[in-house]
């Protein structure tokens, strides 16, 4: 048994050397190459004078380097932060700033578009695609790997240390970095690899993007088995044909991805039971899968065992559901299912009393899967990590999930919605509180209010509503390019509508409620 992530790959490079361990963007890594690299990286980043604990931010587009970068860092005593490519600079820039990110791996495209004070925070930027250093300006080549030894450094750490922190949607207009050390991944990485029994000849997919939670499973069960990452780099993901075709051109065994993903593929790539005859597991976590999509895709897929995975990135995954076909056609919810191996769940009501079967009440969750907290914020982990107060004999934390549930007479658990402004589209985690930070941020923006419209395909559709300083000044195009310089892309409101004061309760608050119900019934009249 691992203690560390980066075991996973030292035990499968001695029993698998030459076994492809990763493919992306037309290259591989053998696990032998993949343990020597990452522990080059790791001789590099000491040698810049990386110490045990600090964070390395990961800035750049998916390849098979990614995977050298988190486990050098790693193998380095380091923090590993993957920094989504495709968010605006500010972001990034805030995220580096955020976590006290000194030492950079990105790419010379990316470099380009930080700030130059984002940049003067770091001792060094090591540039995956680049083949000039810079030692004035702390830009390093990646071919200076290659002059590091191969055996990894000596580094002392438990599996209670930090290994990486996911920065997910903050309800106060500014992302939050979530805390994940050796032991909350292990815990996760080791029950799936009993649960699923991934072995060496299995080919899984990387669909979410290495900042998404989806993907521990991803990268560290194949590592954990000696098999092989088919990574889904961002030109594959745009379009369902070509997910489609990935999956039938590299025989994928184990894909995993949101359900918006795999339902826009039942709709759009033409999919054939021969197609996916591949697959051994179908996993989908992140949101609500709509029941008359997975009903097909379950046609499609008659031998593929189906499984509805269910946790925030701060547990992982805590709950899961393995689908009974032969309950599908009579299911109006997919159940999230019962609590993982090593992990316990529980309802509890707002007067913080425990709740049976039957009752709806929030989802609290223990176990050596949950998270530390949030980096640099004790106010937001005090309130989201508690005591567990229904532990009387020693002090332990559970968290908090925000997420209503009720616990059926079938064992599992149904999800029934949030108890906060925290929404999912795409399989992302969204507080519409950013949006509207980001909006009213605008100089020409006097008030402004984003709802979720829900859709069976992508989980939920965002609309804004704004009033502007002076009417008609702004255009809906001009504060969605506004937006996209704040936000990611999956963040920007799809439609804008413009009030010249926005609707309020009786005691003077935004009546998000009246224009919530406005418009659904809108989207309802135009369907």
Excluded at 193 to 222: G, K, W
Excluded at 329 to 349: R, Y
């Amino acid at each position: 048994m691992a203690y560390l992530l980066q075991q996973l790959l030292s035990r499968s490079a001695r029993a698998h050397p030459d076994k492809i361990a990763v493919v992306a963007r037309q290259q591989s890594l053998t696990y032998r190459e993949l343990e020597d690299k990452s522990s080059q990286l790791a001789h590099l980043l000491q040698q810049w004078g990386l110490k045990k604990g600090e964070r390395v931010g990961l800035f750049f587009p998916k390849c098979v380097d990614s995977l050298v970068s988190m486990l050098g860092v790693l193998k380095a005593g380091g923090v590993y932060v993957p920094i989504d490519p495709l968010m605006p600079a500010e972001r990034a820039g805030y995220i580096i700033s955020n976590c006290g990110v000194r030492v950079l791996i990105t790419s010379r495209e990316k470099r380009m578009v930080l700030s130059a004070e984002t940049l003067g925070q770091m001792d060094v930027c090591l540039l995956v695609d680049g083949t000039e250093a810079d030692a004035a300006a702390g830009i390093v080549a990646w071919a200076a790997l290659n002059e590091q030894p191969t055996a990894a450094p000596k580094v002392t750490l438990t599996e209670t240390d930090l290994a990486y922190i996911l920065y997910t949607s903050g309800s106060t207009g500014r992302p939050k970095g979530v805390m994940l050390s050796h032991q909350n991944a292990l815990t996760f990485v080791e029950w799936c690899a009993e649960e699923f029994q991934v072995r060496s000849e299995d080919r899984l997919s990387n669909h979410a993007p290495l900042h998404f939670d989806l993907s521990v499973f991803d990268v560290y069960n194949t590592l954990e088995a000696g098999a092989t990452l088919y990574m889904v780099t961002e030109d594959i993901a745009l379009f369902p044909t070509t997910q489609a075709k990935f999956i039938e051109d590299n025989q994928i065994t184990i894909w995993y991805s949101v359900p918006s993903a795999l339902t826009l593929m039942v709709l759009h790539a033409r999919l054939t039971v021969e197609k996916l005859r591949s697959l051994r597991i179908l996993l989908f976590a992140g949101e609500v899968f709509p029941m008359k999509y997975l009903r097909q895709l379950a046609a499609l897929a008659p031998d593929v065992e189906l499984y509805n995975l269910y946790g925030p990135t701060e547990t992982n995954v805590c709950t899961y559901y393995k689908v009974e076909r032969e309950r599908l056609e009579s299911l109006d919810n997919l159940p999230i299912g019962a609590a993982c191996a090593n992990t316990e769940c529980f309802v509890v009501n707002e007067d913080g009393k425990l709740l049976g079967e039957g009752q709806q009440g929030e989802l609290y969750v223990r176990g050596p899967s949950v998270t530390y907290g949030y980096w640099a914020d004790p106010e937001k982990t005090r309130k989201m990590c508690v005591p567990n107060v229904f532990q009387e004999h020693f002090k332990e934390k559970a968290y908090r999930t925000g997420d209503l549930v009720t616990l059926a007479p079938d064992g599992y658990y149904y999800f029934a919605g949030r108890r906060d402004n925290q929404i999912k589209s795409r399989g992302y985690r969204i507080e519409l509180g950013e949006i509207e930070t980001a909006l009213l941020s605008h100089e020409g923006v006097q008030e402004a209010a984003v709802v979720a419209i829900p859709d069976e395909v992508i989980g939920n559709r965002l609309k804004a509503f704004v009033s502007l300083h002076q009417p008609g000044s702004l255009k809906m195009v001009d504060l969605q390019q506004y937006c996209s310089t704040l936000v990611p892309k999956y963040m920007i409101p799809e439609s804008i509508e413009f009030y010249e004061v926005l609707p309020k309760t009786s005691t003077g608050k935004l009546d998000r409620v009246k224009l919530a119900q406005g418009a659904k019934a809108v989207t309802q009249s135009a369907s």
